[in-house]
């Protein structure tokens, strides 16, 4: 069993910054995938970023490459999605997620999930 804690998430300026963190418990943390999804109201869920348990490579949506930063901390059992140059369109409730096997963007691959964290961007 995997627990997850999202914290971070907040009211910002378009082209203001966030960091969201994601508190891991439960198992070996640095055995995992770990990945950002969000979503926004009357969306999909849409996939952000993740990141290897091994070489702690990192796949980016197209849509925050270049703003958003995933990166992971095995000594503090917590990921980090770092935000800049955000704009409204990033409006959305963030949940971080594990995934126990597969290095995927597709949520469906994922095993636990947090409760999620409101990101709003205001014009």
């Known amino acids: 069993q995997v627990q997850l804690v999202e914290s971070g998430g907040g009211l910002v300026q378009a082209g203001g910054s966030l960091r969201l963190s994601c508190a891991a418990s439960?198992?070996?943390?640095?055995?995992?995938?770990m990945g950002w999804f969000r979503q926004a109201p009357g969306k999909e869920r849409e996939f952000v970023a993740r990141i290897t348990w091994s070489s702690g490579r990192t796949y980016y949506a197209d849509s925050v490459k270049g703003r958003f930063t995933i990166s992971r901390d095995n000594a503090k059992n917590t990921v980090y999605l770092q935000m800049n140059t955000l704009k409204p369109e990033d409006t959305a409730v963030y949940y971080c997620?594990?995934?126990?096997?597969?290095?995927?963007?597709?949520?469906?691959?994922?095993?636990?999930w947090g409760q999620g964290t409101q990101v709003t961007v205001s014009s």
């Open positions: 439960g198992r070996t943390f640095s055995s995992y995938h």
């Open positions: 997620a594990v995934s126990l096997y597969y290095s995927s963007s597709s949520y469906h691959q994922y095993d636990y």
